[in-house]
């Protein structure tokens, strides 16, 4: 009998791997940070011991939800500014309540509220685009969160950084100090192509190449955006970015609300990824982008639920379910974005999008062992007949029982381990407090 750290056994494995692979009675052992054997209950535990097992009976197994686009410490500013058009409630609350609130403290606590949320719902790994995301970084290494997170890059001046140039030498100072991290990840993130110059976009495309990392922006959100850069730069913005060599597998675009079909076969041919972010694209009435016709050009998406401003929440099973309604109604086809697609693009294909699917977003041997159980008896839960129907349309972030990350139990019975959530949610109620008060709320 060979000595491992960790088991964990449930009901149903769903590995999520190139064959959809369904386990039943299943467990998976774990050996440090990765998963050393994946198979039946019975064979596991008769093979392997471990100091720690986690039983857990009429569950569900699966890798951890990767969340492909939010801004963490935006959890400080949840409902602040709701049921405004995008442009409005960037320009006239976001940004501002942004440039008079956002320091290293805001920064630290937000992220830690928002690493708690994320836990708690089941994601593992998440992609960010803020400010003063060092401290996101060592956020979510306190609470144990695998992470891809990048420094906002704008032409103007951010409460972090005082020029453009100041934000790409701290998006150098990140790649360095986090280079070969066991969890956190770098990616250089212009904020879109209506905030940044194009020298800027090429600077930090510079910096993406020279330590080959993701880049990430947003693109193509709104009507007004669309308007406004075929205005400026008298050609569509995917083209524009083609022309500057944006387009490339390490792209990572997020949105893509108006994509013409040229767009998307661009994005394919360059394999370009998405973020499919449909509560913020809804919340905001943004429009639906062509997710489907995406898929059937062979572009890789993943699901992201967008910052708490603007969604207000970061349950990735919630935006499963939103998105595979919403694509069903756009076209009034029940048959699109069915449940087994949904799931994938809130995993492996999310870790695809990542640029990490070579070491999570599935389960399988070899991998870091980012696994959730989820609980199914419960009434909303039974019966049972389709496992990916279940968790697209059934279940909720609070189903998530366990919640390991790089072999890690983060989260046991409901229980977070590595987190304090009640000082964390007390700090960020003290932040909020002077918020209103800066903002006369």
């Not at 008769?46 to 939800?65: H, V």
């Not at 308007?227 to 995917?238: I, R, S």
């Not at 500057?244 to 792209?251: D, K, P, S």
Request: with cysteine; glycine share 8%; proline share 4%.
């Amino acid at each position: 009998m060979q000595n491992i750290d960790l088991i964990i056994s449930g009901g149903t494995a769903l590995l999520l791997d190139e064959n959809n692979t369904c386990l039943k009675n299943a467990a998976v052992a774990v050996r440090g940070a990765a998963i050393c054997d994946i198979g039946s209950r019975e064979d596991i535990l008769s093979r392997y011991s471990a100091p720690k097992i986690i039983d857990g009976g009429n569950s569900l197994l699966l890798p951890g939800f990767v969340n492909t686009h939010t801004h963490a410490a935006m959890t400080c500013f949840r409902g602040i500014a709701d049921d405004l058009e995008l442009m409005e409630w960037l320009n006239n609350y976001i940004f501002p309540a942004e440039a008079q609130n956002v320091n290293p403290h805001l920064a630290y606590w937000g992220s830690l509220l928002a690493c708690a949320e994320m836990i708690r719902s089941g994601t593992t790994t998440f992609c960010d685009m803020y400010i003063f995301e060092d401290e996101t970084a060592r956020a979510a290494t306190e609470a144990g969160m695998r992470c891809l997170i990048g420094e906002v890059l704008f032409d103007f001046p951010s409460p972090n950084c005082k020029t453009p140039q100041q934000g790409l030498d701290y998006t150098r100072r990140l790649a360095e100090k986090w280079r070969n991290d066991p969890l956190v990840n770098i990616i250089v993130e212009p904020h879109s192509l209506y905030t940044c110059s194009p020298q800027l976009l090429k600077s930090a495309k510079d910096i993406a190449d020279e330590y080959n990392l993701m880049l990430g922006v947003h693109l193509l959100e709104n009507a007004e955006e669309l308007n406004q850069l075929e205005e400026k730069f008298g050609t569509g913005a995917v083209s524009f970015l083609k022309d500057i060599g944006y387009l490339n597998e390490r792209l990572l675009a997020f949105h893509c609300v108006y994509f013409s079909i040229d767009d998307i076969r661009l994005f394919a041919r360059h394999g370009c990824k998405v973020s499919h972010n449909p509560a913020s694209n809804m919340k905001l009435a943004n429009g639906i982008p062509p997710v489907c016709e995406m898929l059937k050009e062979g572009v890789t998406v993943g699901l992201g639920t967008d910052g708490c401003a603007s969604n207000n929440t970061l349950d990735m099973i919630k935006e499963m379910s939103t998105a595979a309604k919403l694509h069903k109604v756009s076209v009034l086809d029940p048959t699109v974005m069915d449940a087994l697609t949904t799931v994938r693009m809130a995993t492996i294909n999310g870790a695809k999008a990542l640029g990490l699917d070579g070491i999570t977003g599935s389960l399988e041997v070899g991998k870091k062992a980012d696994i959730i159980r989820l609980g199914l008896d419960k009434p909303h839960l039974t019966p049972l007949y389709n496992e990916y129907s279940h968790l697209v349309y059934a279940a909720g972030g609070a189903d998530v029982d366990t919640v390991v990350i790089n072999g890690r139990v983060v989260m046991e019975d409901r229980r977070l381990l590595t987190i304090n959530e009640n000082e964390v949610m007390n700090e960020v109620r003290a932040i909020a407090r002077t918020v209103k008060k800066n903002l006369n709320l």
